[in-house]
């Protein structure tokens, strides 16, 4: 059996440590999510979605417990080692795109490549043109984010996510900022990208009509998985 794409195990996240006051965020969640696997991360607001998805994403470290990208355990690495490991395994779409206002279209979803390999070079040009053109904005290639509008910006930051062709996506509320119309279109190249490339899709929604496309839905409600 190949060792699935992420893996928490007794995963705790706390914070003020050293101080008075220690807030425990999570409460030993156990966690495995499989290659090509679409799956919905639900909860009321406060209840440690951004805190798991910080944590999966290796933004954060848990306070205990143990996470596993791929089958390799993290809590040995360091950082030089999870920056490397993040960059070329998680991509990530945010709810408000965080696209580089002076860079085109296609410098924006070269960006990965280039922070990864240190310059740009024509493969990467011509990858980022490629992702354009399949998430529908081919010809906006030299437009910058300013002029797009939010539906398409949230397109170009579909497309930088998967520029590096990552096994795991993270997407934190990424229809949030839009209307319904445009929601629904901008998820369906999620589901898109999750059937042709089998990467793994853990998405974080308020949108339970989204959620209830999703192949399988977790909830989350004062930092335990409840179902």
């Given at each position: 059996?190949n060792?699935?794409?992420?893996e928490l195990s007794?995963?705790?996240?706390?914070?003020?440590?050293g101080?008075p006051?220690?807030?425990?965020v999570l409460?030993g969640?156990?966690?495995?999510?499989?290659?090509?696997?679409l799956?919905?991360?639900?909860?009321?607001?406060?209840?440690?979605?951004?805190?798991?998805l910080n944590l999966i994403?290796l933004l954060?470290?848990?306070t205990?417990g143990?996470i596993?990208i791929g089958?390799?355990?993290?809590s040995s690495?360091?950082?030089?080692?999870?920056t490397a490991?993040?960059?070329?395994?998680?991509?990530?779409?945010?709810?408000f795109?965080?696209?580089?206002?002076?860079?085109?279209?296609?410098?924006n979803v070269m960006?990965?490549?280039?922070i990864d390999?240190?310059?740009p070079?024509?493969?990467?040009?011509?990858?980022?043109?490629?992702?354009?053109?399949?998430?529908?904005l081919?010809?906006?290639?030299?437009?910058?984010?300013?002029?797009?509008s939010g539906?398409?910006?949230q397109?170009?930051?579909?497309a930088?996510?998967l520029?590096?062709?990552?096994?795991?996506i993270l997407?934190d509320?990424?229809t949030?900022?839009?209307?319904?119309?445009?929601?629904?279109e901008?998820?369906?190249?999620?589901?898109?990208?999750?059937r042709?490339?089998q990467?793994?899709?853990?998405?974080?929604t308020?949108?339970m009509?989204?959620?209830a496309r999703?192949?399988?839905?977790?909830?989350?409600?004062?930092?335990?998985?409840?179902?």
């Amino acid at each position: 059996m190949n060792a699935p794409i992420v893996e928490l195990s007794c995963v705790r996240k706390s914070y003020g440590i050293g101080t008075p006051v220690v807030t425990e965020v999570l409460h030993g969640i156990d966690l495995r999510i499989d290659a090509g696997e679409l799956v919905a991360l639900v909860g009321p607001s406060g209840s440690g979605k951004s805190t798991l998805l910080n944590l999966i994403g290796l933004l954060e470290r848990p306070t205990s417990g143990e996470i596993a990208i791929g089958g390799r355990p993290v809590s040995s690495l360091d950082e030089a080692q999870i920056t490397a490991l993040r960059g070329r395994t998680i991509g990530f779409v945010f709810q408000f795109h965080h696209l580089l206002p002076e860079f085109t279209a296609l410098e924006n979803v070269m960006m990965p490549a280039i922070i990864d390999r240190g310059m740009p070079d024509e493969e990467a040009a011509r990858t980022a043109a490629e992702l354009l053109a399949r998430v529908g904005l081919a010809g906006a290639e030299r437009k910058r984010p300013g002029q797009l509008s939010g539906g398409m910006q949230q397109r170009v930051a579909i497309a930088r996510a998967l520029s590096l062709s990552p096994p795991l996506i993270l997407a934190d509320e990424p229809t949030g900022n839009l209307d319904t119309r445009t929601a629904d279109e901008v998820f369906e190249l999620l589901l898109e990208f999750n059937r042709t490339t089998q990467a793994a899709c853990l998405i974080v929604t308020h949108d339970m009509r989204l959620a209830a496309r999703c192949r399988r839905r977790i909830e989350i409600v004062d930092g335990r998985l409840v179902s």
